[in-house]
């Protein structure tokens, strides 16, 4: 399964793939032919019934940002699957819902997924919130998620069928808690948006900071609806402290804070985790997000697979915005497509389960990956980054410059 190949999504609401043959139908009225080798090497699928799975991606809501380039890479994974034969022999479907971001549209599409499609693996959710809010019917009904980006402590102990490719924030809040104490930093104001993943990366920053003797002078918290920030800020502002850590589910809450706190005078360093440091948050930031420091899976995507899985992405949609992200999604394919070829069989929950906890993996986002007894992610490291000034930005530097890599988690 190296082959690569290209697909688009059909609808950002609710959507069926399923390649059948060399000429595939693409998103946004583009059609392409799949790779010449991919077309010549394909071994030829039979007509049994295609292996069938599901995707709960944040395809609207705050979300959005990124559950849509994890959703495309989630279906160029399955184009490049079918278009080099199948998994012994058979096609793959993946049938996608948008979880928007929250629990209880996620449970609506996981009811969706399983009560009507009778799915029994599920690749998701994009956000902690959903994912959190599905665990428990997943462990009741005997269904595996399998998320590419939730990144919630919590997830840990959410049950023996979640597991995640994504890297847990108490792994990225420790390494936080570390830069901030080895930056010289004894006091810091905190500010988090009100969500399972924003609060999580929050608490296991200031764990790991109070642990090395850090303290906490102030906190704020928002709601995902919220659009000015200025009245928390100017409470966080009337305190002394060395630094302000930042916490945000959406991109554009956190270029808008970062831009606000800028504006009433904050001229202090800003620590945050990944999604500051987005496009759509870098836009809004503009020059305020210069210096801003963040911990974050490695971007650069510096295996062979992650590079050629770049490739076909940026040829096909442009530069992946969230480029760690959407490999982890795109190995998260490869990883179902893997455990299917092992089991023969799309209902066999507890087989592919076996499958995830024996498996050692290498993909788009590292080599010789695995998952742990609790389903997390092993194997995999963060590294710093440093925003840079607006003159130096590029689609390509995604904004920023990586300072230096983190412990593997």
């Not at 077309?39 to 069938?52: G, K, Q």
């Not at 554009?252 to 904050?266: M, V």
């Not at 503009?286 to 974050?296: D, S």
Request: with cysteine; aromatic share 6%.
């Amino acid at each position: 399964m190296n082959e690569r190949g290209d697909m688009r999504l059909n609808s950002w609401t609710r959507v069926a793939v399923l390649c059948m043959s060399a000429l595939l139908m693409l998103a946004c009225g583009e059609d392409s032919a799949p790779d010449s080798s991919a077309e010549r090497d394909a071994v030829p699928l039979t007509s049994e019934a295609p292996f069938v799975i599901g995707a709960l991606d944040s395809l609207t809501g705050v979300g959005e940002s990124y559950g849509v380039p994890l959703s495309r890479s989630k279906l160029l994974a399955v184009e490049e699957i079918n278009a080099a034969g199948g998994i012994n022999g058979r096609t793959l479907k993946l049938v996608i819902e948008d979880s928007k971001c929250t629990s209880t549209d996620a449970i609506a599409a996981y009811q969706r997924l399983t009560n009507v499609e009778g799915i029994k693996i599920v690749l998701g959710a994009t956000c902690s919130g959903a994912t959190l809010g599905v665990a428990p019917l997943a462990e009741k009904d005997g269904v595996i998620l399998l998320s590419p980006s939730s990144t919630s402590p919590d997830i840990t102990h959410a049950g023996d069928y979640v597991f995640r490719t994504a890297i847990s924030s108490q792994k990225a809040g420790t390494d936080v808690g570390n830069l901030l104490w080895a930056d010289g930093v004894r006091t810091i104001v905190t500010i988090s948006e009100a969500t399972d993943y924003a609060e999580g990366s929050r608490r296991a920053a200031v764990a790991q900071f109070e642990q090395l003797g850090g303290a906490v002078a102030a906190a704020e918290s928002y709601p995902s609806d919220a659009i000015d920030f200025r009245s928390q800020l100017a409470k966080l502002l009337r305190v002394d402290a060395d630094a302000m850590f930042l916490a945000a589910q959406g991109e554009i809450s956190g270029g808008t804070i970062i831009k606000q706190a800028r504006e009433l005078g904050y001229d202090g360093p800003i620590y945050s985790e990944v999604v500051p440091t987005g496009p759509n948050a870098l836009e809004i930031a503009g020059e305020h997000a210069t210096g801003l420091k963040a911990i974050v899976p490695d971007p650069e995507l510096n295996s062979s697979t992650g590079k050629d899985f770049l490739a076909s992405f940026n040829e096909r949609h442009g530069v992946a915005p969230w480029p760690w992200y959407q490999g982890s999604a795109y190995d998260g394919v490869y990883i179902a497509a893997e455990c299917l070829r092992q089991t023969n069989d799309d209902q066999d929950a507890e087989g592919f389960r076996t499958c995830l906890h024996d498996l050692t993996w290498s993909g788009a986002i590292g080599d010789d990956y695995s998952f742990d007894e609790n389903g997390d992610v092993a194997g995999i490291s963060h590294v710093l980054i440093e925003v840079l000034p607006v003159a130096e930005r590029t689609e390509e530097n995604l904004g920023y410059r990586v300072v230096r890599a983190q412990a593997a988690s």
